[in-house]
């Protein structure tokens, strides 16, 4: 049976739109057994209509008093909550480049359907709003993001490029076949 260290329960993933949140949280969900919660399936009513802000704070805290999750997305208005009950905190701090290059990739691939980590009735887009705001993430929003991590009690670890997230993730299987899972 795959799972992941008793005290290692509640993970979240943050960074750019693009960076591959929603992957990844999908991978060590299947590889620990733990259940995946896509903020943007929180917040995103059909129609891309946004939950208002107490609502998807709401939302937010039921997911947060489970026994169990990975949760993925950024949302700085839970960002300080959900850091404060994770016990682990991946960050993937990737270029912008990177970033857009995989939000444009997605938009192509999924054009016209609802991915499966998004709210129902959001079909695939991409518009100027979304591509300025993944250019600007690294300018805008990791400064806060850096801030609330150094605050946090959570271990992080943040992942540089998409080879460096694969070594971690190629180690953390072995540590699952060998029945040892590990951070680190």
Known sequence: MKKTQPDLKRILLIGSGGAGKSTLSKKLGELWMLPVVHLDKLF????????????????????????????DGNYDSSIKLRAEHADLIIFLDYSNVLCVYRACKRAWINRGTTRSDMGEGCPEKIDWEFVRWIWRFRKDARPNILKELEKCNA??????????????????????????????
Do not use: A, H, Y
């Open 44 to 71: 995103w009513q059909p129609g891309w209509q946004p939950l208002p802000r107490p609502e998807f704070i709401d939302e937010v805290k039921i997911e947060l008093s489970k026994p169990e999750w990975i949760i």
């Open 155 to 184: 271990e992080v670890l943040s992942f540089k490029s998409p080879r460096e997230l694969e070594q971690w993730i190629t180690n953390q299987s072995k540590n699952v076949k060998s029945k040892s899972p590990m951070v680190g």
